[in-house]
């Protein structure tokens, strides 16, 4: 054991699969280049349609313009309602195993998730039914904090002491999951235990790692 008492998890390619990954699949089936997607989003970072998006800045009717403006200008036909369908991924049970089992053992437990206002529900879920099975795995969390209710996403430092104020921990105390490294680097420089996650596998085995407990714990 440690002084590791709080664990922060992403929650879509964290707690459920990856949205990429989708992204992935629609790229090859159109005959997009690979990682047009990520591309496209990770231009002008901090004033594109997507970061705009997150922050509810705009809503879905307007995404759906200004990321194909943005498509456009790289030459490829992409509305932004075609991204917007994909970005619900699926639950990954053992990791709310192990939220269960962090929650049992006294651990503080959060979410911090860059999402939008579209679809049904927290994570834009394409039907109400999945809508209600991301919401019971959402009320575990001690405490959720949401890009487009607070209208700051990451990697704004400022999400991450929200959290960790909000869950009564200092970032030390803290360990961060997310499957994007620039929203790990800003957890890091606060002075969390940042685990980049590839794979379930991986994130449970790093999880376990960071707060001391015996491989294979979850």
Request: glycine share 8%.
């Given at each position: 054991?440690?002084?590791?008492?709080?664990?922060?998890?992403?929650?879509?390619?964290?707690?459920?699969?990856?949205?990429?990954?989708?992204?992935?699949?629609?790229?090859?089936?159109?005959?997009?280049?690979?990682?047009?997607?990520?591309?496209?989003?990770?231009?002008?970072?901090?004033?594109?349609?997507?970061?705009?998006?997150?922050?509810?800045?705009?809503?879905?009717?307007?995404?759906?313009?200004?990321?194909?403006?943005?498509?456009?200008?790289?030459?490829?036909?992409?509305?932004?309602?075609?991204?917007?369908?994909?970005?619900?991924?699926?639950?990954?049970?053992?990791?709310?195993?192990?939220?269960?089992?962090?929650?049992?053992h006294g651990y503080r437990v959060g979410c911090i998730t860059?999402?939008?206002?579209?679809?049904?529900?927290?994570?834009?879920?394409?039907?109400?039914?999945?809508?209600?099975?991301?919401?019971?795995?959402?009320?575990?969390?001690?405490?959720?904090?949401?890009?487009?209710?607070?209208?700051?996403?990451?990697?704004?430092?400022?999400?991450?002491?929200?959290?960790?104020?909000?869950?009564?921990?200092?970032?030390?105390?803290?360990?961060?999951?997310?499957?994007?490294?620039?929203?790990?680097?800003?957890?890091?420089?606060?002075?969390?235990?940042?685990?980049?996650?590839?794979?379930?596998?991986?994130?449970?085995?790093?999880?376990?790692?960071?707060?001391?407990?015996?491989?294979?714990?979850?």
């Amino acid at each position: 054991m440690n002084d590791r008492s709080a664990v922060i998890f992403d929650f879509g390619g964290v707690v459920t699969s990856s949205p990429f990954e989708a992204f992935n699949r629609m790229e090859a089936e159109r005959g997009l280049p690979h990682g047009l997607v990520r591309r496209i989003n990770a231009a002008n970072p901090d004033g594109n349609a997507w970061a705009q998006f997150e922050r509810a800045e705009i809503d879905g009717a307007r995404f759906d313009i200004l990321f194909a403006e943005e498509a456009r200008a790289l030459g490829y036909d992409l509305p932004g309602r075609d991204v917007l369908a994909l970005l619900s991924g699926d639950i990954r049970p053992r990791t709310v195993a192990a939220i269960e089992w962090l929650k049992t053992h006294g651990y503080r437990v959060g979410c911090i998730t860059n999402n939008v206002p579209s679809g049904h529900g927290a994570q834009m879920s394409a039907t109400a039914e999945k809508a209600e099975a991301v919401a019971a795995v959402m009320a575990r969390f001690d405490h959720l904090v949401e890009s487009s209710r607070i209208g700051i996403r990451k990697p704004d430092p400022r999400i991450y002491a929200l959290a960790c104020e909000a869950l009564g921990v200092s970032p030390h105390q803290c360990v961060y999951l997310d499957d994007l490294g620039i929203n790990c680097k800003p957890a890091a420089a606060l002075g969390m235990w940042a685990i980049k996650v590839t794979d379930e596998d991986q994130a449970l085995a790093d999880l376990a790692e960071a707060l001391g407990l015996d491989p294979g714990t979850f």
